[in-house]
């Protein structure tokens, strides 16, 4: 079982950016899949970003398109999300989560482990 921590989110104005950091610890990570999602108040977790643990294929959701940047360095165990151009809509707990094989990228409940979230707040 792998173990997930998040760091790196924060308060930031719009326009600006944030690196979100997620560490795994528990199982080997460079077999690993990891994907980011995100959870609004009130909303449902949705899909932000994935990245295969093959080849390092890269998925997003349309709105972060052109805006964040998934990356992972396996010597380190960890996943980045790199946000840039931050608009308030943004604003949430973002998760990071292991894939299970075979599940879709973009449905949360194709990952068996979660981390504890960290919060990003765009103000306006």
């Known amino acids: 079982q792998v173990q997930l921590v998040e760091s790196g989110g924060g308060l930031v104005q719009a326009g600006g950016s944030l690196r979100l950091s997620c560490a795994a610890s528990?199982?080997?990570?460079?077999?690993?899949?990891l994907g980011w999602f995100r959870q609004a108040p009130g909303k449902e977790r949705a899909f932000v970003a994935a990245?295969?643990?093959?080849?390092?294929?890269?998925y997003y959701e349309n709105s972060v398109k052109g805006r964040f940047t998934i990356s992972r360095d396996n010597a380190k165990n960890t996943v980045y999300l790199q946000m840039n151009s931050l608009k308030p809509e943004d604003t949430a707990l973002y998760y990071c989560?292991?894939?299970?094989?075979?599940?879709?990228?973009?449905?949360?409940?194709?990952?068996?482990?979660w981390g504890q979230g960290t919060q990003v707040t765009v103000s306006s």
């Open positions: 990245i295969s643990w093959y080849d390092s294929t890269t």
């Open positions: 989560a292991a894939k299970m094989p075979g599940a879709a990228w973009n449905i949360a409940t194709g990952y068996a482990a």
């Open positions: 528990g199982r080997t990570f460079s077999n690993i899949s």
